[in-house]
């Protein structure tokens, strides 16, 4: 709910429900995904989160605001036992359940430590990251990582150490990784709610190629904010 950018950004309506609950809504058609956690902050900015998840059959871990990697090891421990952990963060409404599954079976058919979409060439939307990680590994990192980037942005320490984590890393063939379809600033929640009303009340399973096909016949929104949106 701290958000510099776009304050209380999470709980910002979208097609008459809050904007984590459309994401959640989102990532419970994920095949692949066992459960879903939100690890919010100890905050008590963030008590009305709380609150909206417990009412969304939600479940919760609350750590430190800051050290989010700290947090997220913290609802490993009160959550698990788990062997992979997937990394999603709350201002991606518009996730895509079949690139979290595809990203999650890569992990799995490589035996990777870290499995990501979000590689050194990004070939998809900002807004459809997704990273997978042993859960040992995630451990390790909270142990280890002391600079506080790490701490803060919770995989660098993974990703930064491929002398110690092995990696994997998913691409597609289209070069989409300058678009910008999450959510930090006021016009990019208003790109969101345009997808939404246009598309939601048809299809609520909505996929990433209705989102492009819908962006495509809105010439108005293709530069929203001063990035590219398709």
């Not at 999470?10 to 809050?18: D, E, F, I, K």
């Not at 992990?107 to 870290?114: F, N, P, Q, T, V």
Request: glycine letters at 6%; one cysteine or more; aromatic letters at 6%.
């Amino acid at each position: 709910m701290s958000s510099t950018r776009l304050p209380g950004k999470v709980l910002q309506p979208v097609a008459g429900a809050p904007m984590i609950a459309r994401q959640i809504e989102r990532l419970r058609r994920c095949r692949r995904l066992d459960r879903i956690v939100v690890a919010t902050s100890t905050d008590p900015s963030d008590d009305v989160l709380v609150a909206t998840l417990r009412d969304l059959g939600v479940p919760t871990h609350r750590g430190p605001l800051d050290d989010v990697l700290g947090r997220y090891a913290g609802a490993l421990e009160a959550h698990g036992p788990a062997e992979h952990l997937v990394r999603l963060t709350g201002d991606c409404p518009l996730a895509d359940p079949g690139v979290i599954d595809a990203t999650i079976a890569l992990h799995i058919e490589r035996g990777a430590d870290y499995a990501a979409n979000t590689p050194e060439r990004r070939t998809y939307p900002k807004g459809l990251d997704v990273e997978v990680m042993r859960a040992a590994c995630l451990e390790r990192a909270a142990a280890e990582a002391m600079q506080p980037y790490e701490r803060e942005h919770v995989t660098p320490y993974l990703y930064r150490h491929p002398d110690l984590f092995t990696q994997a890393f998913l691409s597609q063939t289209a070069d989409e990784g300058e678009l910008r379809w999450t959510v930090d600033r006021p016009d990019d929640l208003e790109l969101v709610r345009a997808v939404y009303d246009a598309l939601y009340p048809a299809n609520p399973a909505f996929t990433s190629d209705d989102v492009r096909a819908f962006l495509r016949g809105r010439p108005d929104l293709a530069m929203l904010g001063g990035d590219r949106r398709i």
